[in-house]
């Protein structure tokens, strides 16, 4: 298992410089040995669905000796459960990097302080239109039985428990703060946790999604503690993403594809473009691969 600090690389290559797509990957695809994509807005289409055309794509990669990871900020359970035809063969990037996991094996576990967690939890509390869950690496938890905010947990997490007080859970590892915020994460409860910043990281997931976690738990982190394990280069990796929590991810991977419908801060870091998440775009572009 790997805990330690590693610092990621800074990458060389000027992103400015585009090559050709199609080029780039008639000549590199024999060399692309890793292959990481976010879930939602970018796998799975807008109803959250996952094409069933992906497992046939992902067995010729397979049969190329190209590892995929599912790298979300779903638990990883909902992981588990969605890839369950080949959950043996695939990584499972969970919590945003908080927790991987391959062939039933803890590669990485970066569980959060119990004191911070706690602290991060009563100033969660505070915030207008909000609701939180407490994702813990045995399964999560939550106080409120807002029917709205529990559909939305039912959609990502497969194991919850509702507790009356989410201060005292106890016994688990505390892998991430997930906030579901009613009035939009980056303009409501993104500005209450800027001084949190050199304690957790804070990543606004979604629209209505804002993540705390441990200092060195993002997707990156992970990717690069993959690569280590498997002698893989950044040259040799392909990622998607579409939100803020993929930021990383992209910066870690040379093949870096942002989606039609990603931020502008993903564009941005990303060298290449695919279509939609509802235009199937990764499909296309791993077709393309194989």
Known sequence: MFNQEEKVPVDSIDRKVRIPELMTLSTHASDIRLVAADMDGTLLNSRHELNSDFFPIYQQMKAKGILFAAASGRQFYNLLNRFSSVQEEIIFVAENGSYVVYQGQDILVEAMDANITRAQLQLARQIPDTDVVLCGKKQAYVESDNEPFIRQVKMYYDRFEKV???????????????????????GNSYPHFQNSKSQLQVKVSGKSWLDLSHPLANKGRAIQVLQSKFGITPAQTMAFGDYLNDLEMMQQAYFSYAMANAHPDIKNVSRFGAKSNDEDGVLEVLRQLV
Request: no cysteine.
């Open 164 to 186: 009356d007080d989410l201060l005292q859970v106890e016994g688990d590892q505390f892998l991430k703060i997930a906030i579901y915020d009613f009035a939009g994460a980056e």
